[in-house]
């Protein structure tokens, strides 16, 4: 086979993997314009400058700072101290890198620091050179906040997006699933490395992976080798084998960080994980519980109807018996959130779920809803935005989800929920709770 005849297969192949991957049809709803994709004049670097720099939680007290060079022989070191300029402390860590057709990744550096105190500003340098970055670790007790926004590409929208989130006082970002919509063009995981630079490398993003992250090719390539790559999460610190699963605590809350693409049925290692790792939970240490995954088990949008079901057949009644309070998930590009619910139907001890991948990508909104809207839908609308969790103290949290389609955070949606752990639900869960946790 010949160099073109090659091309021409991979983007046929290509091709058929993306229409297969994008379930909604053309004509399914209106969308009002994507924004362009931002154009990145890339900016020279020298060789072992460090790019792309993001931190992430890495277990009790200690953080992984990860970036990139085009240097192979450039050392994973960071050094670090609370005030600029004055590194006290130096942590040596690990590198990987990929190759993907025709191309080659940088050295991509992983190195944990710590450990750090709570609610601190740490300066930090990667690699022994380059620019000085800051980070601030979370606080050891609530109150906590959250941002949140999923499904964000790198166009305009995903700017707008990100300044609003900049402008916002918060500890941790979630991103429940699709980040660069690189869509098979490796280069864009590094422009969209270098886009969200400014806010991921000063407060830690905690990311789960979506179908734009999988990128696999029949026969050639297995999925998400850039993003697990790249996008290195906790997944050991957390007793897990994959870094499509994992688990973090922070403050008072413990946070389920599930895999809408791996399996997740009953006899998977999953769910097998996911058992174990709610065993540990303990409400007293954590009274409030979160998950996020990408695709949505509660979603009244007609894109990507009933998507989400296989996995909520085989999770739900787990996430329920543990008492999950709130439910984070994309993949539909509009937002959405319920009321408590359970097996279909509004229940006061299940969880909220929210949708919310509306950060802002390529490919617009999901206008289209099913009508009438369900009993359990309490709030719609497609636009663009990012959602602001606070959790106040063991049994209030505010939610807040900040629209903008007039490129000003407007704050649309707001709602106070309260906490599984100050109601009466876990006590009356307790035996439905152990029976399902603890069976073999
Ligand atoms: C938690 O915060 C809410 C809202 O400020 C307040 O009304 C409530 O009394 C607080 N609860 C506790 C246990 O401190
Ligand atoms: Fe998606």
Redesign the pocket.
Known sequence: MDYQTLMLKLALITALISAASCAYTADDYVRPKPRQVLHFPWPSHHSSEPQQVHVSLAGENHMRVSWITDDSFAPSIVEYGTSPGQYTSRAQGESTSYSYIFYSSGKIHHTVIGPLDHSTVYFYRCGGEGPEFHLRTPPAQLPVTFAVAGDLGQTGWTKSTLDHIDQCKYDIHLLPGDLSYADYIQRKWDTFGELVQPLASARAWMVTEGNHEKESIPFLKDGFQSYNARWKMPFEESGSTSNLYYSFEVAGVHVLMLGSYTDYDEYSDQYSWLKADLAKVDRERTPWLLALFHVPWYNSNTAHQGEGEGMMAAMEPLLHAAGVDIVLTGHVHAYERSTRVYNGKSDPCGAVHITIGDGGNNEGLARRYKNPQPEWSAFREASFGHGELRI?????AYWSWHRNDDDEPVRSDAVWITSLASSGCLREKAHESRKILMEP
Do not use: G
């Open positions: 106040l103290n063991s049994t209030h």
